[in-house]
């Protein structure tokens, strides 16, 4: 995340220093999508998207074999004992047979399906895969497209307005997108000064119901989302099911009802029917309580059902490093029903926020045939991954949130359905914590670990910098020279 808000710097400033009339954004894995996106929304100049397609499918052994996913399946799978080194080293060979992002729906598919689903790239765009002839047929219509923007000075403002958001917010739950979501789109509305926040993404996505079978949520890959009909479909379902905004306008320069009202589905094993969703409240769930007062956030689609109504008992790792070196001791005190929390792993702790919330089971308790337990951080999580796991507690613990005193043996309850996370201590002691509470010595000295520690704002609105929010536009300073 460190790096996304760099990137994102450094799109701006070469857009502000050239004589650019318009630009094409061509965006792959993860956060090159919101970055660039960010960049080109403090410029306000006319921008598209292009994105480099997701790579074909993985087989391995007659089945498929998702980016990602498969890996995390595999490497707690050695450690329960169920798969040897040598089988999983065979496995990572087939997992990535070509060119092309994660073709799990991760992150990388899900910032893909944001941008087509803002309006920001044309139609179809998401899915094609990396190497497939059509993917070159898309890279050239939106080359000349860019150009007509220009003529009719069509921004990023015109495109990415709250109705946009509010679609992208709702496709997310339909195709069972990655809670890394929800950080990237807080931070491009921020840049075009649209106030998007947590309680938008419960109350939007909710009722939307999961019907894109992809893992991590699901069984298939992106190559076959691509044969099924793609974005498109699932954007006509949610038009006709009353949850998109059908005249929000996108870099076509036409409303995206007009985009998609003719799509087809192929498939309906891959695109299911609403009835057969995976999950009936598809979007991220945004839990409260006096662990997370700003929130924190959880993937239906991809928990266990048996665990989001769940009480346990805190294991508490203090950092990334304290977990490695506790976690495959025996002699650690865990079981299943007990609540994994690990601190200082959110924007400003790690520093970056890194995706370590999915943190890997204990393997006296793999070994058991235990496969999610709940897991709770200020941590991201790969949108490849999947489980019970609480992500983005807010406010993280090293600027002494609630998760910073969190104690072994405390207990923690779960509540998805009423969208509760609570500590069960009483609020004189959760204050008596707090006031006896340190800030860990973490301050970088290094200037741009420095810059990003001191004005990184939370997860709960974006992880942008705070002096970057706001929709600054394409006027050149007076001062300028």
């Known amino acids: ?79 329960a004992g169920k798969m040897s080194q040598e089988d999983f080293l065979e496995a990572e060979q087939a997992m990535s047979r070509s060119s092309g992002t994660c073709n799990t729906m991760g992150t990388a598919s899900t910032m893909a399906s944001m941008a087509e689903a ?39 403002s015109d495109v990415m307005t709250r109705a946009a958001f509010e679609n992208a917010i709702r496709v997310n ?29 419960d109350r939007l996505g909710r009722d939307v119901p999961t019907i894109v079978n992809l893992m991590p949520s699901g069984k298939y890959l992106m190559e076959e989302f691509f044969y099924a009909g793609g974005l498109p479909v699932v954007m006509r379902r ?48 945004v839990l409260r309580g006096n662990l997370a007062p700003d929130g924190a956030v959880l993937k239906p689609s991809a928990a266990s059902p048996h665990l989001m109504a769940h009480r346990g008992r805190a294991v508490v790792f203090e950092d990334i490093d304290d977990y490695k070196a506790k976690i495959n001791d025996d002699a650690l005190d865990i079981d299943e029903t007990c609540v994994m929390v690990l601190k200082n792993c959110g924007p400003r702790g790690y520093p970056g926020m890194a995706e370590v919330g999915n943190m890997g089971l204990p393997p006296k308790v793999l070994k058991k045939g235990i496969t999610d337990m709940v897991r709770i951080s200020d ?52 204050a008596r914590r707090l006031a006896d509470w340190t800030a860990p010595d973490n ?36 001062d300028s020279h």
């Not at 195709?175 to 993404?201: E, F, K, Y």
């Not at 799509?263 to 094993?269: I, L, Q, S």
């Not at 490849?384 to 969190?406: D, I, S, W």
């Not at 990184?456 to 600054?472: E, H, K, S, Y």
């Open 1 to 79: 995340m460190m790096y996304r808000n760099l990137a994102a710097l450094a799109v701006e400033e070469v857009m502000r220093a050239q004589p650019i009339d318009g630009a094409v954004l061509l965006v792959g894995c993860d956060k090159t999508t919101p970055s660039l996106i960010m960049g080109a929304a403090s410029t306000d100049l006319p921008s598209i998207v292009v994105t480099g397609g997701p790579m074909l499918n993985g087989w391995f052994r007659g089945e498929r074999v998702g980016s990602g996913t498969a890996l995390w399946q595999m490497s707690e799978d050695i450690k």
């Open 118 to 156: 803002l309006g920001m790239a044309l139609s179809g765009n998401a899915a094609i895969p990396g190497v497939d002839a059509r993917r070159r047929v898309m890279a050239q219509l939106t080359g000349r497209r860019i150009v007509q923007m220009v003529k009719d000075d069509l921004k990023p």
């Open 173 to 201: 739950g339909a195709i069972g997108g990655s809670t890394n979501a929800v950080i990237h789109l807080m931070a491009m509305a921020g840049r075009v000064g649209i106030d998007l926040t947590l309680d938008d993404w």
């Open 238 to 285: 949610l038009a006709e099911a009353g949850m998109l905004h059908k005249d929000a306008l996108t870099v076509s320069g036409g409303a995206v009802w007009d985009e998609v009202k003719d799509a087809r589905n192929w498939n309906e094993d891959v695109i299911l029917p609403a009835e057969k969703a995976l999950t009936q409240q598809g979007g991220i769930a």
């Open 379 to 430: 941590a991201r999580m790969s949108g490849t991954a999947y489980g019970t796991v609480v992500l983005h507690t807010a406010p993280e613990a090293a600027r002494g949130g609630p998760l910073a005193v969190v104690r072994d043996g405390d207990m923690i309850e779960l509540d998805v359905a009423n969208r509760r996370l609570h500590l069960e201590i009483s609020d004189e002691e959760l």
């Open 443 to 478: 301050v970088p000295v290094n200037g741009y670990e420095r810059m990003f520690h001191d004005h990184v704002q939370g997860a709960d609105t974006g992880a942008d910098f705070d002096f970057l929010v706001g929709n600054r536009g394409n006027a050149v300073p007076k």
